[in-house]
Each structure stands twice: as structure tokens, then as C-alpha cells.
């Protein structure tokens, strides 16, 4: 394979996982819908919440470009969904079940930006170290 062949398997690699985490979002968004019970406005900024950890895999897998990068991303986006079907599996066990609709985005949220800032500084010294030095 050729330079330009892995890099163009590399982009579609991040394409897909992109258009995956916009997909996955709006699985879990219109699940959370079909849970709910009216329009309120607490369901919409809980929509946003629970759709933010899959915008942000989006993003990164938009602006990081390095195959350890997408590497992170991937992971992080399969952490991400475990942990959303387990939260929106156990809504109807308890009482307390919809409580998870409102921290597991947040621990997703704070979990997906620190794996992400991992896969920034992978991408950050990947192509660091694939750019020749002036001085050398």
C-alpha cells in the first residue's frame, strides 16, 4: 500500500466513524423521546446532553487525522454506547432509573473529552514525528 492509499483509508476510516456517532446520537435521541412524555424543556436540554459526547466524537473524528488517533476515537465511541444501553436499558427497572438519563451523558461527556484530548496529543505527536526537523 502507498502513502496515499493508507490515507485515504484512514480518512474513510474517520468518515465512518463520524456519520456513526451522528447516527448513534439520533438512535439514542429518539429512544429518549419514546421514553418521555410530552415536550418539555427539560427533555430537550437532556436530548442535548445525552447527543454531546457523540457530537464531540464527531468532531475529533473531523480535525484528528492520525491512525492512533482513530484508534482512541473508535474506543471512546464504543465506551460511549455501552454505557448508553445500559443506561437507557435500566430506565424502567427502578424509581431511580431515569436518573441514569441524566449523569451517564455526563460521565460520557467527561469521559469522551478526556480520551480525546488523549487522541489529540497521539495525533499532535504522530505527525511530529513524521515531519523531518529543520535542524537534522
Not at 34 to 50: A, E, H, Q
Request: glycine fraction near 14%; charge should be positive.
Amino acid at each position: 500500500m502507498q502513502t496515499n492509499d493508507v490515507e485515504r483509508t484512514r480518512l474513510r476510516f474517520g468518515g465512518v466513524l463520524g456519520v456513526a456517532s451522528l447516527i448513534i446520537a439520533l438512535a439514542f435521541l429518539c429512544w429518549m423521546l419514546m421514553l418521555s412524555s410530552g415536550g418539555l424543556v427539560f427533555v430537550f436540554v437532556i436530548g442535548g446532553l445525552v447527543a454531546a459526547p457523540y457530537l464531540l466524537i464527531w468532531v475529533a473524528c473531523r480535525v484528528l487525522r492520525s491512525g492512533g488517533a482513530r484508534f482512541v476515537i473508535a474506543g471512546t465511541l464504543v465506551g460511549c454506547c455501552l454505557l448508553g444501553v445500559y443506561a437507557f436499558g435500566t430506565v424502567g427497572d427502578d424509581a431511580q432509573g431515569g436518573l441514569n438519563l441524566v449523569f451517564a451523558p455526563i460521565y460520557q461527556l467527561v469521559g469522551s473529552f478526556m480520551l480525546l484530548t488523549l487522541a489529540a496529543v497521539t495525533d499532535h505527536f504522530w505527525y511530529r514525528q513524521s515531519v523531518p526537523s529543520v535542524g537534522a
